[in-house]
């Protein structure tokens, strides 16, 4: 009972500190200014500074970034008052001459002071609601993402309070707190790769990130809210409190500071901090998180835990993953740094749920030793740094005489790091590795140990299967395929269709893609195949026919409402309809190939009728259409044309939704002469070949071909998918594809699909104009043989000036059109600025009204 009265009597003291503190900010002017500085600054920042528009991103990354920043700034201006008057006026020397102990005082304070900056974050939530009117962003993560924000703020406050007890003056308080969070926020700005310590502390440069607000900030904005960064906010807290109760205490018996005990109480803090920095890294690979994400992206699949445990039968002879790390971290890149740990973290969740069956073992490499010259010849990379130095960050997996690597932990592909890892797990545990065979006239057979440019795809593939490339004018297959792929392929001898045509009716898997128009192999876009005939070369499209998949090889489809941005001819970003940008709702949600796919991306594609047959055991699935707004055009309009013209001159026709990848499977009958039936046959086909290639798929190009880098879209997802089901562990689908979900403006999309549709014919009638006067210009310098118009008589010169005066007022009224369809979303972006950048003061504005009103009723 006693207990339980002086922990009452606490609560009581702590209670009537805040309210004394509460009446002390809420009834000053200066409270008001603070509030409405800190909002005016932070939202200046996101929508002026950071430009949050062109992000297209409903996202409040930009919020997060900004954040710590200008709470550096106001919260030291906020906490330099907390001790206000200590040695002047009085006030501090009365509060401290109440029945009220000095840790309750500062408990106190700090609630009533972290209240005001959580009341003040609130009014932030104009942006949350400009990003939910802008598109659908991903709640769970905003609400992680405030949740850090509030801990960041909260435990600054504490900082500051510290700050200020340590000081005489508001002034210096000010300085002193704006010193010590700087200090703090700079821990995670990469300045450990620039400390110099004896090699026996080295770990406090390599671990400094962990001691920094910013960085738990960032780890929780991503939507993961982990045991480590709750330890650290509520250590930090209770550090800084605690050393300001002991100040307070001093204070309260008349022991005047002096610089000696300022400097060892610093001194313990620091310590403290360097102990809640070992506490969080410590914690860091503890596994026990709240995952806020829609699509857990920080939870482990049930696949994945499913190929862990399944390791558990290997516990005579585990798999046993070698991890291979720089035992010397210095030249480290923070953020590489921070992989590292996110490595290691799965790693150690794989080890828990195997339960034996995986050993986990870490190697420190150094330079110029044995460990790395082992290290390179089980396949690890080693990898450049600016500095100099070379980095070592990769896996080996071994079971029993099998062996296999992850040769470099590239941090760009971080999202796909649960399914690189289940991948190599599931590998070992095959008997044997699935060989794919690849028909294509993109391929070479010596790009089995050789890079393609331009179609990593291939590498991504090399990573699973046994790859086999076959020669294109090949009439024949090998035996032992699981799986063959039938790529851009106009072209094929009879012998050859006849071969795949038994690959089929072995029950062995097929995909196949075709294209009407193909952007990036010109060459085979300019053939014409012949139809099916008793000639030695004929069509792979007739082959598909006769599996009741038919392709209109003539016809490219475009879909106004899936229109991906494309930069036109005169620099200009347009709407693109026959570039379809497809999302969730246009994929099938019962095939196991596009259940967990976000987004694809085509390049002028084809499409596909699917016969209906009463009495087959076929079944057909369409994986990818168009929606009901879907037109087709010629495919010999788009080597003339451009994307501007076809743009404008495209309508949606009758046709209705189209299919532009589909899957069939169940009886198939022979395509030849013959009985030969398969009773489990599997055909994916895809009306484009575009879409696997780099600029497509990828932000950019890998070293060597290597798809090391983040993935644009679901393209790779998609195309590993189907390799995976056709002949793969179908285990791998529901990982692979649990990419994130890219959540951009689509009322912004759907405002410029509808202003196009508006002005279409205009811009049309203008586009064709310019396109005909440009045309006859380029007719006369043809038929004269001239390079420029200089060379050309002067009859025919004047003639060229006047078609050129003629398109200056066209392009003119061109751009006015165009400017007329952004002009309503460029109004939206203006309107939602300062919505943003007002609606924060104006709410503290009413707020502090409200309680002068309560103040004056009183």
Not at 115 to 135: D, E, H, K, N, R
Not at 272 to 293: E, F, K, N
Not at 439 to 446: A, E, Q, Y
């Amino acid at each position: 009972m006693k207990t339980t009265h002086a922990e009452s009597s606490q609560m009581a003291m702590i209670m009537a500190a805040a309210r004394h503190e509460w009446r002390q900010l809420t009834y000053s002017p200066l409270t008001l200014i603070f509030q409405v500085g800190f909002l005016l600054t932070l939202a200046t920042a996101v929508f002026v500074i950071g430009d949050f528009f062109s992000t297209d991103l409903v996202v409040m990354d930009l919020q997060w970034t900004f954040l710590p920043w200008v709470a550096n700034v106001f919260i030291p201006a906020l906490a330099m008052r907390a001790f206000h008057g200590q040695n002047n006026e009085g006030s501090m020397e009365l509060t401290l001459s109440l029945p009220l102990s000095a840790a309750s005082i500062t408990i106190g304070k700090w609630l009533t002071g972290s209240f005001i900056l959580l009341i003040t974050l609130a009014m932030t939530f104009p942006f949350a609601v400009t990003i939910a009117y802008l598109g659908s962003p991903d709640w769970g993560i905003i609400i992680a993402g405030y949740i850090g924000a509030s801990l960041l703020l909260a435990s600054a406050y504490a900082v500051a309070m510290l700050a200020a007890a340590l000081c005489r003056d508001q002034i210096a308080a000010f300085v002193l707190g704006l010193g010590f969070l700087l200090a703090l926020m700079l821990l995670d700005s990469g300045l450990g790769e620039l400390t110099i310590l004896p090699p026996a502390l080295q770990w406090i440069a390599d671990t400094l990130y962990l001691a920094s607000p910013r960085h738990w900030l960032d780890e929780m904005a991503d939507g993961r809210i982990d045991l480590a960064g709750l330890v650290y906010f509520t250590a930090l807290i209770g550090l800084t409190l605690g050393a300001t109760t002991i100040l307070l205490s001093r204070f309260r018996r008349n022991v005047a500071p002096n610089l000696a005990s300022i400097c060892a109480r610093l001194s313990l803090v620091t310590v403290g901090i360097m102990a809640i920095m070992g506490l969080s890294g410590l914690l860091s690979g503890v596994p026990i998180a709240l995952d806020l994400t829609q699509q857990k992206s920080f939870s482990l699949h049930p696949e994945t835990v499913h190929i862990a445990k399944q390791s558990q039968s290997h516990v005579k002879t585990p798999i046993e993953i070698t991890l291979f790390y720089n035992k010397d971290e210095t030249p480290v890149p923070a953020r590489i740094r921070q992989h590292v740990r996110r490595v290691e973290s799965l790693l150690t969740q794989f080890e828990n749920y195997a339960d034996g069956g995986i050993i986990i073992k870490k190697i420190a490499v150094e330079p110029d030793s044995v460990i790395e010259e082992s290290a390179l010849l089980d396949g690890i990379q080693r990898v450049p740094m600016s500095s100099g130095d070379s980095l070592y960050f990769g896996a080996t997996f071994q079971l029993g005489d099998r062996h296999a690597a992850i040769s470099y932990f590239d941090e760009r592909r971080a999202e796909l790091l649960e399914y690189d890892l289940a991948l190599a797990v599931s590998n070992l545990g095959r008997k044997t590795t699935p060989k794919i065979g690849i028909l294509s006239s993109l391929f070479i057979p010596r790009n089995v140990d050789e890079p393609r440019p331009g179609l990593a795809i291939l590498e991504e593939l090399k990573n699973q299967f046994d790859i086999a490339i076959i020669p294109y004018f090949g009439d024949s297959l090998p035996d032992d395929l699981d799986a063959l792929l039938v790529i851009d392929t106009p072209v094929l001898k009879a012998g050859m269709l006849r071969a795949i045509d038994s690959h089929v009716m072995a029950g062995k898997g097929l995909m196949v893609m075709v294209d009407p128009h193909q952007r990036l192999n010109r060459g085979n876009a300019k053939l014409e195949a012949a139809p099916i005939s008793q000639t030695d070369i004929f069509t792979i499209i007739d082959l598909l026919a006769s599996y009741g998949i038919r392709f209109d090889q003539n016809r490219v489809i475009g879909d106004g409402t899936m229109a991906a941005t494309v930069v036109g001819n005169d620099g200009n970003q347009i709407n693109y309809p026959y570039w379809l940008r497809v999302r969730r709702d246009a994929l099938s949600t019962t095939h196991s190939t596009t259940a967990d796919l976000n987004e694809l991306l085509f390049a002028e594609a084809g499409y596909f009728s699917l016969s209906s047959d009463e009495n087959s055991d076929l079944t057909a699935t369409s994986l990818v259409t168009t929606s009901g707004e879907t037109g087709s055009q010629d495919r010999t309009l788009f080597r003339s044309s451009a994307p501007d013209q076809l743009a404008a001159s495209f309508k949606p026709d009758k046709g209705g939704v189209r299919s532009v990848a589909v899957h069939v499977a169940g009886g198939l009958p022979t395509a030849f002469d013959g009985d030969s039936r398969a009773d489990s046959a599997s055909v994916f086909a895809i009306a484009d070949t575009d879409w696997i290639y780099d600029p497509m798929s990828l932000q950019g190009s890998g070293e060597g071909g290597a798809a090391f880098l983040r993935p644009l879209n679901d393209n790779f997802a998609f195309m590993v998918n189907m390799v995976e089901f056709l002949a793969g562990d179908n285990r791998l689908l529901g990982i692979r594809s649990r990419g994130n979900l890219v959540r951009s403006f689509t009322l912004v999309e759907e405002m410029m699909r509808n202003a196009q549709q508006i002005y279409k014919d205009t811009e049309s009638n203008f586009i064709n104009q310019i396109a005909k006067v440009e045309d006859s210009i380029t007719e006369v310098l043809s038929l004269t043989g001239a390079k420029s118009v200089d060379e050309l008589p002067s009859n025919l010169q004047d003639q060229i000036r006047d078609l050129q005066t003629m398109l200056l007022p066209l392009r003119q009224k061109l751009r006015q059109i165009r400017r007329s369809m952004r002009e309503d979303v460029e109004t939206l972006f203006q309107q939602a600025t300062v919505f943003n950048i007002i609606a924060g003061p104006l709410l503290a504005l009413i707020l502090n009204l409200l309680f002068w009103y309560r103040r004056k009723q009183g």
